[in-house]
């Protein structure tokens, strides 16, 4: 049995470590899982290089055991988790018997787990409640039973793309509302902070959006729910999609773009018509940021700007560079309320539309769309890529590290 370590610092330094196999006994309201199936993408690097900052805690998940042979500077190492399902092997809480599959955030590794868990509200669901995790958002610390256990590809689909389906999802019907009865929600999920988000903020009837890094799983949601679910009066004028040379075909290809562009574009003389800025007219844009590389990010947010004027741009960063240290130039101004740019925390936010709706009503009309977005082109046009076991795992981590797999492709590895 082993576990995957990462360095802190450079997330391609990440190790196999066997652990020492001599079970705990099982405390009273907990199971012992072992992981089955996990999903790989930028999504999982971004855990490994930003878990350390404070409030998110992504390192914090898992407890590092018993090695028989650990690194001489272990301390220097992390252990982050990935989407997916593992299977419950062991038993103290009634209403969850062995065979049992559970998805959430999983370990990486082959090494059994315990979770000390607390029934949910809703059927099915429970709450992690051990106290080295509270520390933790409520979506990092909730699983769901599942009906059928066993690989399959609704469950590799689901393992790869619902959690980030989830955010773009929330982000249209609660960020960007357009519901009578439903307020807009702050970026980052926190009611104090409902006052830094007005309906003015929140509308975008009309406006252009601007997608950096537009390929990634996250980008694909947010696109199709911004072009298929709001209602008529409320929707966006134009969705441009920017990315490189290597992934521009695949998103061309989704259908959910009115324009792909490069991120050299961001210097030629025609970018407001490629923008679909008209004879002088600046519609609001909202640049929304997945995950760019280099300054990237730093460059649209300028180049827009002037574009437009202070007052009708609003930017949102979702991801970060995989290939980046710390966070970019646009990020760090997430941290100045008055800048108009807003870190997106999918934690807080579904928090916020749970309160708002209800939890069961929340979970099936999310469920709802969810099952709408996997029968669209987009999706259809991803491939399924399975690997098998822990050392599949790395060879799959190295080969991300090194930009081998592009956007079409949905990486996951059976346990």
Known sequence: MSIQLISKTNFTDHLLVPVNSSPSSLPPNSVRIKTRLISLSTNTVTYARLGGIPGLNWWNVWQIPSLTSPPPNLDAYCRISAWGY???????????????????????????????????????????????????????NRYVAVSEPGYSDEK?????????????????????SFEQNISPVHPVGVKELSFAWTEKEADITDATIVFLACSGKTALSLAHELKYNRPEGKRVGRIVGVGSEKSRGFSEGTGLFDEVLLYEDVDKEDL??????????????????????????ARWAKALQEQTSEEILVTLVIGADPLGKGRSELAAKTMDPTSG????????????????IGLEEY??????????????????????????????????????????????VAMVYEF
């Open 86 to 140: 593992s299977e419950v092997i062991e038993s103290t809480l009634p209403s969850l018997s062995s065979g049992t599959w559970l998805f959430g955030y999983q370990p990486i590794g082959t090494h059994p787990e315990i979770l000390t868990l607390s029934p949910g509200e809703a059927p099915g669901h429970f709450a992690e409640v051990s106290e080295f995790r509270k520390s933790l958002h409520n979506i990092y």
């Open 156 to 176: 590799a689909l689901e393992s790869n793309l619902g959690v980030l389906f989830m955010t773009g999802y929330l982000i249209n019907r609660f960020v960007f």
């Open 272 to 297: 407001d018509a490629k923008l679909g800025i008209v004879d002088g007219k600046k519609n609001k844009i909202v640049l929304v940021e997945f995950g760019a590389r280099g300054d990237a990010p």
């Open 341 to 356: 740019v807003y870190q997106v925390n999918a934690g807080g936010l579904r928090d916020r539309a749970i309160g708002a």
């Open 363 to 408: 979970w099936k009309q999310q469920d709802e769309a969810g099952e709408e977005y996997k029968q669209s082109e987009a999706v259809k046009s991803v491939k399924i890529q399975r690997g098998k076991g822990i050392e599949g795992w790395k060879e799959g981590w190295d080969a991300l590290a090194g930009g081998e797999y592009g956007a079409d």
